[in-house]
Structures are given as structure tokens and as C-alpha cells.
């Protein structure tokens, strides 16, 4: 398929057409004459970048267009159809009537805009970037037996439904709405259920060892500082005043009332007196005062200790019924407060529960484990690869849990590498993440330290063995120094070379140079 790219009053270039069609296309200048004019274009146009500037905000677009002008444009023309960007305006434009279903599209990473390593140190938010970025590429996100068997291992409980695939209610959730919505699905439902912890226990913030422990306080009682009575003393003081009253109905049934000292009825055989008790006849015999007055004495006083006695023992009795109904009330509030405390407990095994979740679906979760296994494959590859680079130790990334997804040449981390060397690992990991993300073309730009032929043949030699097209830039003093790609007997690509801003095939330029 032909593919050429057309640009006009882009930056320095007032008017270029370059076709990119062959599996190698060198654009190849000094220094400030272009080069990165074209890559910014081709960027733009690949990854429909309104702003393709790395590194720099994005501001007004007239500062991608020539001097002078109101407006660049550049253009990407296929078989199919074409695509038209144009700035200051921004944006892309595609043509009502040419457009094609389906343009070369490169990814941001394989165009260049963006890098996998850095300059600087690497902090929380860059790491997940290219956390996220790498499972997309590497194709590492995990399938239903991944997360299952993750869920598994961390002991969360399967609330599938009967019949259903084990964790299928989580499942759906990544299915539906993906990893990342998920995983923040699983925060929010930690957070809400923090909330409703904090409403059942009135405490301003959960905290895990605090929900640990907690236990909820008996509610505010003034009795609460008075000790309860014994009921097992209470209960024994009661029988005792119950044996007291019995033996004092005893004592007193032991006195019998003393005999009325009424007239004696005679008995009709011998004349003397005598009583009836109870339907039956008593001799009578004559009792003194004194003796009925000890005798009613007595009773009385038996009386009155029977009176004692009873009372008495009504008074244990009301004791212990007040007493019982005080151990019941304290145990009634002892059961509200098992009560808070139970729902507290369940609440904060909900939350537990979301926050191990959340931290399975989480970039640093499952799918970073299913990409360490990913990253193994990676960098055997990566080794070979950095050898047709002429690079002399293996490029690779860490898989620790320190230095996951960090990049290094052997056992040197990237920032401890010289400027030729960053500039091949930079190149290598493009090249092979293009071949991994399926993009149209790897954009190489300031490929100054291939100046050496030998470093230019291992830089196209790692392009071919890669199987990916790739547009190079390339900063050389003299038009006779560059290799011209289309002159070899294979014809591997092109050459263009870029001067006062035109752009020119390489054998047009040298002509024109020896004219001179």
C-alpha cells in the first residue's frame, strides 16, 4: 500500500511530500534544518496528536506553523483514503469525502510522544502510567481463573450465586466496566462502608486496628457507677426470712389460746363442771387470772413476732425483685451493646474485605502479577534484540516489587547510562513495542549517535528483524555521509534529506551539492 505524507508551512518546512511505503524511511540533515519538524508532524498525524511536542505544554498551535503563515497543515494519503490535521486550529480533520476507515495509527509510545523510561526518578502516578500502559501492550490482563484463583488465595468469600463460575459477581464487574472502574468500584465500597462504621460506632475515622478492638460502651446509665445487689445474697436472706415466719407460726400454734373462765355447765350425772371444745366435753378446771394473763402475753408477743417475721420477709422479697429487675435492665444493655459491637464487627469485615478486592484489581494486584509473568518473555526478547542494536549487555525490566517495570541495561539502571546508550535502549523498546501494540510506525528521532556505519547497519538491522516500519532521524553534516536505503540491492527504504527547508530524496541532494 502506498502511504505518503504531505506537509505544508509546518514549523520550518514550507512544502514536503515523503513517501512511506518501504520498511525504512531515513530523513537525514545537520542540525536545525527540519528533522524533528517531520517526526512532530508524522507524530501528529499517527497518533492524531493535536500537541506531538513531548516534554512541552501544550500552547498556541501557530508555533507549528512557518513563520509568516496563518495556518500548517500536514497530511497522511493511502490507498484508502487520507487524513488532514491543520494548525492553528488544532485538531484532526478528515476529508468528507477520501476518508478511510481505517488510517496508519501508531501508538503514543511507538510514535514517540511518550517514553517508558524517564530522566528523573520515577514517582507513584508515572509508575501506574506505565503500569496500565504495559498491561495494555503486553496484553496482561487477567482472565477469570487468574482473578478467581487471586480471590481464592486471599481467602475472600465466593458470594456467586448457585451455578454460577466461581467469583462471578466480581468478574462481572471487570467485565462490565473494566479493571480500572472496577478496582475504583471496590474503593468506593470501602469508603461507604467506613462511613457506616463510623455511623455505627460514632467515631470520626475507621481505622484497622481500632475497628479491631472496638467494643461498644454500655449506654449512659446514672445507676452506672452504683454496684449492683447480690442476688444469690438477697435470694438466702429471702429463705431465711421464710423459715423465720414458719418457725414463728410454730412457736405461736405451740401456745394455745387460754379457756374462757365463763360459768361451767354441770354435768347432769355428778355435778361438776364442765366445757366443750370442739363438740367435745372437758373436765373444767379452774385457771388463775395470772396464769391467762401469761398465757395471752406470750401469744401476744408470738404474735407480734410473727408480725416481724412476715414483714420481714416481704421486705427481702420486694429487695430481691427490685434487685432482679436491676440485673435485667444492666442485661438488656448489655445486649444492645453485644448488639453495636456485632454490626460494627460485621461492617468492618466488609471493609476488609473490599480493601483486599480493590487491592487485587488494582494495577499493583492480579495484573501486575499476570505482568511479571509477561515481563519474563519480554525480556529474553528484549536481550536478543539489544545485541542488533550493538548494545553489549541485555536491556530489561525489573519485575521486583521495588523496581517492577524500572529499566535496565544489564545490571545498570537507565539513568546511570550515558547519552548513546539511553538513545538505543529508548530506540530498542520503541521498536519493540510497536511490534507488540500492532503500530503502523516506529518514529526514531535524534538518532545522532548512529553515526558510526557499523551503528547504523545494527540500527537497521534491529528495524528488519523487528518486522516494523520505521521513519529515522538522522542528524549528519554532508549528504554523501548518509546511507542511501533505496541504492542498496535489497532496497530496504528511503532516504530524504532536509536542507533550508525542503525536503529532498538523497540522490537529488547530492547532485545538487556536487552542482556546487
Known amino acids: 500500500m502506498?502511504?505518503?505524507?504531505?506537509?505544508?508551512?509546518?514549523?520550518?518546512?514550507?512544502?514536503?511530500?515523503?513517501?512511506?511505503?518501504?520498511?525504512?524511511?531515513?530523513?537525514?540533515?545537520?542540525?536545525?534544518?527540519?528533522?524533528?519538524?517531520i517526526a512532530y508532524a508524522l507524530r501528529a498525524l499517527l497518533c492524531t496528536a493535536s500537541w506531538p511536542i513531548t516534554g512541552k505544554p501544550a500552547i498556541?498551535?501557530?508555533?507549528?506553523?512557518?513563520?509568516?503563515?496563518?495556518?500548517?497543515?500536514?497530511?497522511?494519503?493511502?490507498?484508502?483514503?487520507?487524513m488532514t490535521m491543520t494548525w492553528p486550529e488544532g485538531g484532526q480533520n478528515f476529508d468528507p469525502e477520501n476518508a478511510a476507515p481505517h488510517m496508519p495509527s501508531s501508538s503514543v509510545f511507538a510514535a514517540g510522544i511518550q517514553q517508558f523510561v524517564s530522566e528523573v526518578p520515577t514517582n507513584t502516578e508515572e509508575r501506574r502510567r506505565r503500569l496500565e500502559a504495559f498491561q495494555r501492550i503486553f496484553k496482561a490482563n487477567p482472565s477469570h481463573?487468574?482473578?478467581?484463583?487471586?480471590?481464592?488465595?486471599?481467602?475472600i468469600q465466593d458470594r456467586s450465586g448457585e451455578g454460577d463460575e466461581p467469583y462471578q459477581d466480581i468478574w462481572n464487574l471487570v467485565d462490565a466496566q473494566g479493571w480500572d472502574p472496577a478496582w475504583k468500584k471496590a474503593k468506593k465500597n470501602d469508603t461507604e462502608m467506613q462511613g457506616?462504621?463510623?455511623?455505627?460506632?460514632?467515631?470520626?475515622?475507621?481505622?484497622?486496628?481500632?475497628?479491631?478492638?472496638?467494643k461498644a460502651e454500655p449506654p449512659a446509665d446514672p445507676m452506672?457507677?452504683?454496684?449492683?445487689?447480690?442476688?444469690?445474697a438477697l435470694t438466702k436472706d429471702a429463705e431465711a426470712q421464710a423459715v423465720a415466719v414458719d418457725e414463728a407460726h410454730k412457736a405461736l400454734a405451740a401456745v394455745p389460746e387460754p379457756p374462757t373462765q365463763a360459768n361451767p355447765v354441770l354435768c347432769p350425772h355428778c355435778q361438776?363442771?364442765?366445757?366443750?371444745?370442739?363438740?367435745?366435753?372437758?373436765?373444767?378446771?379452774?385457771?388463775?387470772?395470772?396464769?391467762?394473763?401469761?398465757?395471752?402475753?406470750k401469744r401476744v408477743d408470738l404474735q407480734g413476732d410473727l408480725k416481724c417475721a412476715r414483714e420481714t420477709y416481704e421486705a427481702a422479697m420486694a429487695a430481691f425483685s427490685d434487685a432482679k429487675a436491676l440485673h435485667l435492665q444492666a442485661e438488656e444493655k448489655e445486649d444492645e451493646s453485644a448488639e453495636v459491637t456485632s454490626r460494627a464487627a460485621k461492617i468492618n469485615q466488609e471493609i476488609l474485605r473490599w480493601q483486599t478486592i480493590a487491592g487485587i484489581l488494582g494495577p499493583g494486584g492480579v495484573r501486575e502479577d499476570i505482568l511479571r509473568?509477561?515481563?519474563?518473555?519480554?525480556?529474553?526478547?528484549?536481550?536478543?534484540?539489544?545485541m542488533a542494536i550493538g548494545l553489549s549487555k541485555g536491556v530489561r525490566f525489573g519485575t521486583g516489587d521495588d523496581d517492577m517495570l524500572e529499566v535496565y541495561l544489564g545490571d545498570r539502571h537507565y539513568l546511570g547510562l550515558c547519552g548513546a546508550e539511553k538513545w538505543r535502549v529508548r530506540a530498542l523498546l520503541q521498536i519493540h513495542i510497536a511490534k507488540l501494540d500492532g503500530s503502523a510506525y516506529v518514529v526514531l528521532d535524534e538518532a545522532s549517535t548512529m553515526v558510526k556505519a557499523t551503528d547504523r547497519t545494527a540500527l537497521m538491522r534491529c528495524i528488519k528483524q523487528a518486522g516494523v516500519k520505521a521513519v529515522v532521524m538522522m542528524a549528519v553534516a554532508k549528504p554523501e555521509q548518509v546511507p542511501d536505503l533505496g541504492a542498496t540491492?535489497?532496497?530496504?527504504?528511503?532516504?530524504?534529506?532536509?536542507?533550508?527547508?525542503?525536503?529532498?530524496?538523497l540522490a537529488e541532494a547530492i547532485e545538487l551539492e556536487k552542482a556546487a
Open 272 to 297: 361438776k363442771g364442765i366445757r366443750w371444745e370442739n363438740g367435745a366435753a372437758f373436765k373444767h378446771v379452774e385457771v388463775s387470772e395470772a396464769k391467762l394473763k401469761e398465757v395471752r402475753m
Open 373 to 386: 509473568q509477561r515481563l519474563g518473555a519480554v525480556n529474553e526478547t528484549l536481550h536478543k534484540s539489544s
Open 60 to 82: 498556541d498551535g501557530p508555533l507549528l506553523c512557518a513563520e509568516g503563515q496563518e495556518m500548517g497543515a500536514a497530511r497522511l494519503i493511502t490507498d484508502a483514503g487520507q
Open 224 to 232: 452506672a457507677e452504683t454496684e449492683l445487689p447480690d442476688l444469690d
Open 145 to 155: 481463573e487468574d482473578l478467581s484463583e487471586a480471590l481464592k488465595t486471599a481467602e
Open 2 to 37: 502506498t502511504t505518503q505524507m504531505r506537509l505544508l508551512n509546518f514549523r520550518s518546512i514550507a512544502k514536503a511530500t515523503l513517501y512511506l511505503d518501504r520498511d525504512i524511511t531515513l530523513i537525514a540533515a545537520w542540525n536545525e534544518e527540519g528533522k524533528t519538524s
Open 196 to 214: 457506616r462504621w463510623c455511623q455505627v460506632t460514632g467515631r470520626q475515622k475507621w481505622g484497622k486496628k481500632i475497628a479491631e478492638d472496638w
Open 489 to 505: 540491492a535489497t532496497e530496504i527504504g528511503r532516504t530524504y534529506w532536509v536542507q533550508n527547508g525542503k525536503v529532498m530524496p
